[in-house]
C-alpha cells in the first residue's frame, strides 16, 4: 500500500479556489487510478471525483461538476483536485485514495471499496 499525503486545504471563502495536492512520497503514481472523496461532520464520505491510471478518463460527482478539475502530473509524482466556485456545502476532510492497475488504464473508479491505498485528509472549509 502507499502512503499518501493530501495538502491544499484551507479555509476560503464562498466563491473562492483550492488546489488539492495528492502525493505519494518517494513513489510514482503513474499506474495508478486516483480517487477523491469527501466527509462533512456528520455525514458519510462521499466520492468527489476520479481519474483513471493513464489520466485519459475523468468523472465528477454531479454537485461539483463544472467547478471541479481532476489532473494528474506524472513528472511531479501528483494528482490535483482544482476547487473553483466554492460553496459553504463543500466543506468537508478531503481524502485522496489509489488503487494500483499495473499499466495505463482508461478506467475511473467512483467507489470506495475499490481503492487500496488512502490519505490522512486535509480540511477544506468555506465560509464568510
Known amino acids: 500500500q502507499l502512503e499518501l499525503v493530501e495538502s491544499g486545504g484551507g479555509l476560503v471563502q464562498p466563491g473562492g479556489s483550492l488546489r488539492l495536492s495528492c502525493a505519494a512520497p518517494?513513489?510514482?503514481?503513474?499506474?495508478?487510478?486516483i480517487g477523491w472523496f469527501r466527509q462533512a461532520p456528520g455525514k458519510e464520505r462521499e466520492w468527489v471525483s476520479c481519474?483513471?491510471?493513464?489520466?485519459?478518463?475523468?468523472a465528477y460527482t454531479d454537485s461539483v461538476k463544472g467547478r471541479f478539475t481532476i489532473s494528474r502530473d506524472n513528472a511531479k509524482k501528483t494528482v490535483y483536485l482544482q476547487m473553483n466556485s466554492l460553496k459553504p456545502e463543500d466543506t468537508a476532510v478531503y481524502y485522496c485514495?489509489?488503487?494500483?492497475?499495473?499499466?495505463?488504464?482508461?478506467?475511473?473508479?467512483?467507489?470506495?471499496?475499490?481503492?487500496?491505498?488512502w490519505g490522512q485528509g486535509t480540511q477544506v472549509i468555506v465560509s464568510s
Open positions: 481519474i483513471s491510471s493513464s489520466g485519459g478518463n475523468t
Open positions: 518517494g513513489f510514482s503514481l503513474d499506474y495508478y487510478a
Open positions: 485514495a489509489a488503487r494500483a492497475e499495473g499499466h495505463r488504464s482508461y478506467v475511473c473508479y467512483g467507489s470506495s471499496s475499490e481503492y487500496r491505498s
